[in-house]
């Protein structure tokens, strides 16, 4: 069992940048595929970063964000640059265990607003 808890979101004028935390409770974070899904109004839930050995990225937010982890601290950020009024939205982290394709562990969500 894993428990997220997303912080950092907020409002930022565009061009501006936010740094998302998610904090993962459990002795196995270290396992499990950690990903970030935002949720704009009106539209479906989209993966825009994940992260185990490697990264993956969405073209949308390419060059612009950063995905990390610190395995000893068990914690994930998503480092946000270059913010467009486009990628407002409620972030989530969410955890899935190798191997599988379903994320099955999410957090509570958090609101990154930004302005133009």
């Known amino acids: 069992q894993v428990q997220l808890v997303e912080s950092g979101g907020g409002l930022v004028q565009a061009g501006g940048s936010l740094r998302l935390s998610c904090a993962a409770s459990?002795?196995?974070?270290?396992?499990?595929?950690m990903g970030w899904f935002r949720q704009a109004p009106g539209k479906e839930r989209e993966l825009v970063a994940a992260?185990?050995?490697?990264?993956w990225y969405a073209d949308s937010v390419k060059g612009r964000f950063t995905i990390s982890r610190d395995n000893a601290n068990n914690t994930m950020y998503l480092q946000m640059n270059t913010l467009k009024p486009e990628d407002t939205a409620v972030y989530y982290c969410?955890?899935?265990?190798?191997?599988?394709?379903?994320?099955?562990?999410w957090g509570q969500g958090t609101q990154v607003t930004v302005s133009s």
């Open positions: 969410a955890a899935k265990r190798l191997g599988l394709d379903r994320y099955d562990y």
């Open positions: 459990g002795r196995t974070f270290s396992r499990f595929v």
């Open positions: 992260i185990s050995g490697t990264t």
